[in-house]
């Protein structure tokens, strides 16, 4: 099992959530955060007052997945995020251990 | 102005605006005209040779009781309501979308709660020290704890033989008085000490308002201009920025300059925000700031066209030159800062509304249509410099720039009605409350001139008393909270709640 967790523009949350349904994700949890990373944050004025804004608001991903289906979700996960322009994000993937069900008591595989 | 007033003249002759009197003379209609400041004008030539002609002056002759015109009644009820709807929540909006959202419920306690206190203070006391006759400088007591104001006292508007039920001109003041110290919190926003902004708001208004309305706004009423003779004698018991023949129609001088002053003086001893020039200091919600200037600028028509004291052409023409000026602020804030910075920010076409409003009060009655557009255009430009070289030179964190907008559009408007108000550029003139004229002459230089001395007072008394008051409070109840505390906010410090949930 793999845990995959994408840091992606929060305006293609959908196409995301779409692309990795069709490839057979069952789930994801997303939460919104701020970060930098080769995208240069913006300045902002307010009246006299110039401020530069360093950390870009950014929707972070994150859904378990069997090994089977990693390959097509990374990038079935890449080909929705991607506009081809700097800070569209990035992907990380782990190995995850151990996975349970709550509600049924099912373990791992069974359980994603 | 007779009536009840125990002294015969009137307490509410006061008429603030005095001058506002001057009126077009093309406006034939109109013939009552507003009070004139023409004749302060004259009446300083043949001051030396008359001091105190004729004290008693012109009540005798009104054996019938006034009566009052309903249609001026109804129209400045409404327009103090309006006034009061510019602080609450006009203002309050407007300055609570500026600040952090950790420190918006203070800034909107603060605007409510001096708006009280002062409304009190007004029936109390300050109503009788700025609009009942005493000497140039400050009024006298017969108003004290609203002795004799009731429904059946009458006073005084610009025009001879109008009245107006006094309790209107009460509360129309009142309001006025209740805006001017809330314009002050903007100053020393998200730091000050609740009890600091209360004692201060005490001192200021009673030691600088009052005596500003009384200087700008009081005199006897347009029935003591009986003839040329009687001019000294009636100037002698008017406001001293009165008699000099400045013209402030509806409070540039005692409202705008007054208030921006205060404030910074205000942002210098209480210092700086903490990290202030190193964080990230900005509006929480310029939403809220866009509602409290439409808000303020709808407020706005009753501030400046109800100055006019009367439902007429005066007051019309207040109305639509408050409507034009600050349109042309808009658009000159807008210009200038999408040129000069790249983008035009809804913040700046904000600003650049109340900057207009601000520059357009003192000259609503006096102007034109083009000469207000000029002012307006002018404000929206000369405010842009004033919230950012300027406020880089003074080195004050004058948090929301009450001084950048208020203080510099205040005086800018206040010198521009010196030179739009003359017939040539389109004004009304100078009035003359004798012959209810306007005078045939009219000098731009020594009318701006006189214009600068009314600043300069302003700005004397207004730093002086703030600087006291601050001294004081900063040395009794304390000005400023702990570091600790500004920094948490003062939402949850100083008042125990905040606006969200997050």
Not at chain 1, 36 to 56: N, S, W
Not at chain 1, 79 to 90: H, I, W
Not at chain 2, 316 to 332: I, R, S
Request: aromatic share 10%; hydrophobic share 50%.
């Amino acid at each position: 099992m793999k845990l995959i967790t994408a840091i992606i523009r929060p305006f293609k949350l959908d196409e995301v959530r779409e692309a990795l349904t069709e490839v057979g994700v069952s789930g994801i949890t997303v939460t919104e955060v701020k970060g930098f990373g080769r995208q240069k944050g913006h300045t902002e004025l307010y009246r006299g007052a110039e401020y530069v804004v360093d950390f870009l608001p950014k929707l972070k991903v994150e859904c378990a997945v069997a090994e089977s289906l990693l390959e097509a979700a990374l990038e079935a996960l890449a080909n929705a995020a991607r506009t081809g322009k700097v800070g569209d994000g990035k992907i990380f993937v782990q190995s995850l251990e151990r996975t349970v069900r709550i509600r049924t008591g099912e373990l791992d595989d069974d359980a994603l | 102005m007779k009536t009840t007033h125990p002294t015969g003249s009137t307490a509410a002759t006061s008429t603030k605006e005095g001058n506002h009197a001057v009126m077009h003379s093309q406006m034939a209609s109109r013939a009552s005209g507003d009070v004139g400041r023409g004749a302060p004008r004259l009446a300083a030539a043949f001051a030396a040779l008359a001091a105190l002609a004729a004290p008693a002056l012109a009540f005798a002759q009104d054996a019938a009781a006034p009566v009052a015109n309903k249609g001026d009644v109804a129209w400045l009820l409404v327009c103090a309501a309006l006034v009061i709807f510019m602080t609450l929540p006009g203002l309050a909006l407007f300055y609570g979308g500026l600040v952090r959202s950790k420190n918006v419920l203070s800034v909107l306690i603060q605007t409510l709660i001096v708006f009280s206190l002062v409304a009190i203070l007004w029936a109390l006391y300050g109503y009788s020290l700025a609009f009942t006759p005493g000497n140039a400088f400050i009024g006298g007591f017969d108003r004290v704890f609203a002795k004799g104001l009731d429904a059946t006292a009458m006073g005084a508007t610009f025009t001879k033989g109008v009245y107006i039920p006094e309790l209107v001109f009460f509360v129309f003041q009142g309001a006025f008085a209740c805006i001017t110290c809330a314009l002050i919190i903007g100053a020393f926003a998200e730091r000050v000490k609740f009890a600091g902004v209360l004692l201060f708001t005490v001192l200021w208004f009673t030691f600088a308002y009052t005596p500003m309305a009384h200087m700008v706004w009081f005199f006897p009423g347009p029935d003591a201009f009986t003839s040329n003779d009687a001019v000294p004698g009636v100037l002698a018991q008017s406001g001293f920025l009165f008699a000099r023949g400045a013209l402030d129609f509806a409070g540039g001088t005692v409202v705008h300059i007054n208030a921006a002053i205060a404030g910074l003086v205000g942002s210098y001893v209480i210092g700086k925000r903490v990290g202030y020039g190193r964080e990230a200091i900005k509006p929480h919600n310029l939403t809220l700031t866009m509602v409290g200037a439409s808000i303020l600028w709808v407020g706005w028509f009753g501030f400046n066209a109800g100055s006019a004291l009367e439902a007429n052409a005066v007051a019309a023409q207040a109305f639509v030159n408050t409507f034009l000026a600050t349109a042309a602020a808009v658009l000159g804030w807008t210009t200038v800062e999408w040129l000069s910075k790249g983008k035009p920010s809804m913040l700046g076409a904000a600003s650049g509304a109340v900057a207009g409003l601000v520059a357009i009060t003192p000259a609503a009655g006096f102007v034109g249509l083009c000469g207000a557009i000029i002012i307006g255009a002018l404000a929206g430009a000369v405010c842009l410099w004033g919230v950012n070289g300027l406020k880089r030179l003074l080195g004050a964190d004058d948090a929301l720039d009450v001084f950048g907008v208020h203080g510099v559009g205040g005086i800018l408007g206040a010198l521009l009605t010196g030179v739009f108000a003359s017939p040539s550029l389109g004004g009304a003139g100078i009035w003359d409350y004798v012959t209810e004229t306007a005078l045939p002459d009219y000098s731009i230089a020594s009318q701006v001139w006189i214009q600068l001395q009314g600043v300069l007072v302003t700005v004397v008394l207004s730093g002086t008393v703030a600087l006291i008051a601050f001294l004081i409070v900063k040395y009794t109840v304390g000005l400023r909270v702990s570091e600790e505390s500004e920094r948490e906010g003062l939402d949850i410090t100083s008042h125990g709640e905040s606006a969200y949930e997050n």
